[in-house]
């Protein structure tokens, strides 16, 4: 079997990762509207995480495609980054990937020059809820900046 790897993401990868990050999002339940499962750029991530001080990351294995998280920028918030789209097929949780992946996202982000990053989730995802907690976010009352996903109502941060 060959080895699991975490790399940047590829235009090959769009089609692929917006069904992963769809199927999990369905999988939970998940609301359709404000959520990622409804971005206009779902399905073009390698696109989007072009722009300076983004990137996104992709687990792989044997050529298929089994998760991904990245770093984006927020609008107006010069210091501060967001943890995007982590999404993980149910097959490798649990197994510290999802550590590994936060690890990869936060020391780019620091590389880049952000203070802090931040999160939004749903309340009902606690798995997720808990890793972030152990790698450090921690409760905020307030969103920061305009991220669109309204259906998110848990809102979290880290100072890096």
Known sequence: ???IQIRPIQPKDNKKLGELI???LEGENAPKTGTAYADKHLFN???SYQAPNTRYFVIEQANQ???GAGIGNLAAEEDT??????YFHPSIRGKGWGEKMI???LDFAKEAGFSQCYIETLPFMKA???RYEKSGFEYTPHRIGNTGHFSCTVFMLKKL
């Open 1 to 3: 079997m060959s080895e």
């Open 22 to 24: 769809q199927l999990v």
């Open 103 to 105: 690890n990869t996202c």
């Open 45 to 47: 991530l390698s696109e």
């Open 128 to 130: 997720a809820r808990k």
């Open 65 to 67: 495609l089994l998760g």
């Open 81 to 86: 980054c967001e943890l995007q789209k982590m």
